[in-house]
């Protein structure tokens, strides 16, 4: 089995600038979801705002994984993008780096679990997943989760989940294809 390579394992100036570039083209697109979620909060469907909107906010890890292969880049890629978000003026103020955080570490496993080889469906499949039971738990505690009934828990994970495997798996597999094929990237 390949492991990650001493060599490939130092971070270089072209990994910087594309984690540059996917934090701050993340920054802007999370700040500009804000709204979507502000608009479905505004409806009856307010408890299902969170978790149906979340995967945008997953995005920026698993592409900085995919794209980086480095350990750490799926944390640094969504931690940064939440900071960017942040200066943006993000209705959620400092605690965009809380959640930017705790998402990275979950796309971060998903990578991790493979120790960084190319294994894209299951990185992806495993990211989504973890920032899903990462978030759920964060949320637990600080959205007030905890106060539903077990059904409705249920319900709330899978609809997450569903939103981190479409946007954060399925859509970041397509992109990184996408890339691929233009030769912006090297596999």
Not at 118 to 139: Q, R, V
Request: charged share 10%; net charge positive; glycine share 8%.
């Amino acid at each position: 089995m390949q492991t990650i390579s001493k060599t490939h394992s130092h971070w270089q100036l072209k990994d910087v600038i594309f984690l540059a570039i996917i934090a701050l083209f993340f920054g802007v697109i999370y700040q500009i979801w804000g709204f979507s979620y502000t608009l479905i909060a505004a409806t009856p469907l307010k408890p299902f705002a969170n978790d149906a909107t979340l995967g945008v906010w997953l995005m920026a890890g698993p592409l900085a994984g995919r794209l980086i292969k480095k350990p750490g880049s799926a944390t640094l890629g969504e931690f940064l993008a939440a900071t960017i978000e942040m200066f943006l003026f993000s209705q959620w103020g400092a605690m965009n780096l809380v959640s930017g955080l705790i998402q990275g570490l979950g796309a971060e496993v998903g990578f991790a679990s493979t120790k960084y080889q190319p294994k894209p469906k299951i990185n992806l499949f495993i990211s989504a997943l973890m920032m899903t039971c990462f978030t759920f738990i964060w949320d637990l505690f600080q959205s007030g989760y905890l106060a539903y009934h077990l059904p409705m828990l249920a319900l709330l994970f899978l609809i997450r989940f569903i939103s981190a495997g479409f946007f954060a798996g399925i859509l970041i597999y397509l992109i990184d294809k996408l890339l691929a094929r233009t030769g912006v990237i090297q596999k």
